[in-house]
């Protein structure tokens, strides 16, 4: 099973920016969904970004749209979360995941859907 670790996470004032990466032991070929969720304390975990590879499609949380940018390199078997204008709200646990492509939009895109995870990276924005 692929393994999955997070970096890139830290403190930001509101405003700010920070890249999340998730580097990943096997990027085999195919298509499949790699995606980003965040879990706030006391709160349920939620999709943040998602992307088909193979395919590069994305999809996005409503609340996110407009600021972060989901992307990937295969070379470097590596997933990226390039989060700009942050906001206190965006303060979360963030998690990278591996999952069936079809779970890559919409309300498919759930965390139950989804069988590898990450061990998380946290991100805090100070107001």
């Known amino acids: 099973q692929v393994q999955l670790v997070e970096s890139g996470g830290g403190s930001v004032q509101a405003g700010g920016s920070l890249r999340l990466s998730c580097a990943a032991s096997?990027?085999?070929?195919?298509?499949?969904?790699m995606g980003w969720f965040r879990q706030a304390p006391g709160k349920e975990r939620e999709g943040v970004a998602g992307i088909v590879t193979g395919v590069g499609s994305t999809y996005y949380a409503d609340s996110v749209k407009g600021r972060f940018t989901i992307s990937q390199d295969n070379a470097k078997k590596t997933l990226y979360l390039q989060m700009n204008s942050l906001k206190p709200e965006d303060t979360a646990m963030y998690y990278c995941?591996?999952?069936?492509?079809?779970?890559?939009?919409?309300?498919?895109?759930?965390?139950?859907?989804?069988?590898?995870w990450g061990q998380g990276t946290q991100v805090t924005v100070s107001s």
């Open positions: 096997v990027y085999t070929s195919g298509i499949y969904c």
């Open positions: 995941a591996a999952g069936r492509a079809r779970y890559c939009s919409g309300d498919y895109f759930i965390p139950r859907a989804f069988g590898a």
